[in-house]
C-alpha cells in the first residue's frame, strides 16, 4: 500500500538540469521528513537533500549545495529534487525516501537512474 514512485531520471550533459519528482502514497504524507538519497557504483548511499514536513527547512551535503533544491507540494504528496549545473559526480541511482525519525519508520522508492556525462 505504501508508494513512493520516482520519475525524471535519465541522461544529461554536464552543466545540464533535471528535476527529479517523487509521489507518495498510503501513509500520511504531510508528517513525514523527506529525503533524497543517491547511490553511485562502488559508493556509499548518501544523502542529497532533505525537507521536514512542513518544507520550512532544508538540508544538503557540502557537494550539492547551491546547484540542488528539494521542495514538497504536501497538497500532491509529492516531493521534487531540482538538480542544476549537474556533474559527472552526479551520477547515480536517486532514491526517495520517506522518514519518521521517532518512529524509526522508513519508506523507499524504488531509484531512478541520474547519468551526467557528454
Known amino acids: 500500500q505504501v508508494q513512493l514512485v520516482e520519475s525524471g531520471g535519465g541522461l544529461v550533459q554536464p552543466g545540464g538540469s533535471l528535476r527529479l519528482s517523487c509521489a507518495a502514497s498510503?501513509?500520511?504524507?504531510?508528517?513525514?521528513?523527506m529525503r533524497w538519497h543517491r547511490q553511485a557504483p562502488g559508493k556509499e548511499r548518501e544523502l542529497v537533500a532533505s525537507i521536514t514536513n512542513s518544507g520550512s527547512s532544508t538540508v544538503y551535503p557540502d557537494s550539492v549545495k547551491g546547484r540542488f533544491t528539494i521542495s514538497r507540494d504536501n497538497a500532491k504528496n509529492t516531493i521534487y529534487l531540482q538538480m542544476n549545473s549537474l556533474k559527472p559526480e552526479d551520477t547515480a541511482v536517486y532514491f526517495c525516501?520517506?522518514?519518521?525519525?521517532?518512529?524509526?519508520?522508513?519508506?523507499w522508492g524504488q531509484g531512478t537512474q541520474v547519468t551526467v556525462a557528454s
Open positions: 498510503g501513509f500520511t504524507f504531510s508528517t513525514y521528513t
Open positions: 525516501n520517506a522518514v519518521l525519525p521517532w518512529a524509526s519508520v522508513n519508506y
